[in-house]
């Protein structure tokens, strides 16, 4: 997984090609996952191709990044839901049609702000062993600097943009904000709504993005933005903190029953 684009920036956390002024989120130098141990995990896909990670916050509702939506053509998104292998038959797999792509408001291409999409499905999912919920968190704190998270996609494995079938993860540490502010990092763009994971040579990539960033179990980020080059350690992986956006989550589910 490397950067974020259409989660591991720090395993920030799926094909697709960097954005050109923003590079987005893949994992770099992780490894497969167990199969069906992260039954939260979506693929974000166009004609059949993954584009973009995300995952399943509630039965009918799908959470990635607002900039999944930069370079797909003007097709709705599908999300495919139970996958361990994007190709291979699986019993609980299946694709779901979009009714709905609902990004943040203050989401733009010029830079990494609320950068957060809500999918509302066609039907509610058909929740089993392999697609669950994951809780993600309401609480408006920090997560401690040196915490250990984990992110997972099906964004590039390497600089010759690899993707693979399989999900894979990644384990990086969390980084103070003050760090990730730095002038050789990203020079004070990084805001209260934001978190930074390190980049030494594991991270996430293009095609991660969208994908959650999870630590002590609960998704606390969303995988959007880091280097160019993967893996990148003066580029940490950016994710969007989910807590600062509780109520617009919880206003646009409730808006749409």
């Known amino acids: 997984m490397g950067h974020l684009s259409p989660v591991l920036a720090l395993v920030a956390l799926l094909g697709i090609s960097a954005c050109a002024g923003r590079p987005r989120g893949r994992i770099l130098r992780g490894y497969e996952a167990a199969p069906h141990r992260k039954p939260y995990m979506a693929s974000l896909q166009v004609d059949g191709k ?3 990670g995300g995952f399943l916050i509630a039965d009918q509702w799908v959470l990635s990044a607002a900039h999944c939506l930069e370079d797909k053509p003007n097709k709705p998104f599908q999300v495919l839901l139970g996958a361990h292998s994007l190709s291979e038959p699986e019993p609980h797999k299946r694709l779901y049609g979009v009714r709905a792509e609902i990004s943040h408001p203050g989401s733009s291409k010029e830079t990494n702000d609320d950068d957060l999409l809500l999918l509302q499905l066609e039907e509610t999912a058909q ?3 392999h697609v669950k919920v994951l809780a993600f968190q309401r609480q408006d704190t920090d997560v401690p600097t040196g915490t250990e998270c984990e992110v997972a996609g099906w964004g590039e494995m ?3 943009g690899k993707l693979p ?3 894979q993860q990644v384990e990086r540490p969390v980084i103070s904000r003050e760090t990730c502010n730095g002038r050789i990092y990203h ?6 709504k934001m978190m930074c994971t390190d980049s030494r040579r594991k991270d996430t990539c293009p095609g991660d993005s969208g994908g959650p960033l999870v630590c002590n179990g609960i998704a606390e980020g969303v995988v959007s933005a880091g280097s160019r080059v ?3 350690y003066k580029k940490p992986g950016i994710y969007t903190r989910i807590a600062p956006y509780v109520d617009w989550i919880d206003s646009v589910m409730a808006a749409a029953n």
């Open 165 to 167: 079938d399989k999900l």
């Open 158 to 160: 390497n600089h010759n």
């Open 230 to 232: 993967c893996g990148n």
């Open 50 to 52: 993954h584009v973009c």
């Open 187 to 192: 020079d004070n763009t990084i805001t209260e």
């Open 127 to 129: 929740l089993n062993e």
